[in-house]
């Protein structure tokens, strides 16, 4: 079961950290991404965190202002946006893929397969 938290309205160049509660499933086993869907397009993969949350992967469009991570609980993934634009507006949502094959699904978030679980979605918009 998985449940986003942290959308809302924000300026250009706010920031928002999303949350990803995770129950059910042993994180230490699982990569989680994070993808998101703005009106009219179709859904695109923005980050993921591997099961040792030693990897993380960034789409190019995010890199160098958002971050993901995991609590050392292993229950919660977050999203830290920074320098936010109106282009992030969006549905975002929080996927698990694994166990098996885990770190391959991560290193390949951008298409979405093999992330089998998915939240309901956190909306976000960028506007002034």
């Known amino acids: 079961h998985l ?13 928002l ?11 230490d086993y699982y990569a ?17 965190i591997s099961n040792s949350g030693g990897n993380t992967y960034y789409a190019d469009s995010v890199k160098g202002r958002f971050s993901i991570s995991k609590d050392n ?7 830290q946006m920074n320098s936010l634009k109106p282009e992030d507006t969006g549905v975002y949502s929080c996927a698990t ?5 885990a770190h391959y699904y991560c ?14 979605g956190t909306q976000v918009t960028v506007s002034s």
């Open 3 to 15: 449940v986003e938290r942290g959308g809302g309205l924000v300026q250009p160049g706010g920031s």
């Open 17 to 27: 950290r999303l949350s990803c509660e995770i129950s059910g499933i042993n994180l």
């Open 32 to 48: 989680v991404g994070w993808f998101r869907q703005a009106p009219g397009k179709d859904r695109e993969g923005i980050s993921c």
């Open 73 to 79: 609980a292993k229950t919660t993934v977050y999203l």
């Open 97 to 101: 893929a694994g166990p098996l094959l």
């Open 107 to 120: 290193a390949n978030y951008a298409r979405s397969s093999g992330f089998s679980s998915w939240g309901q």
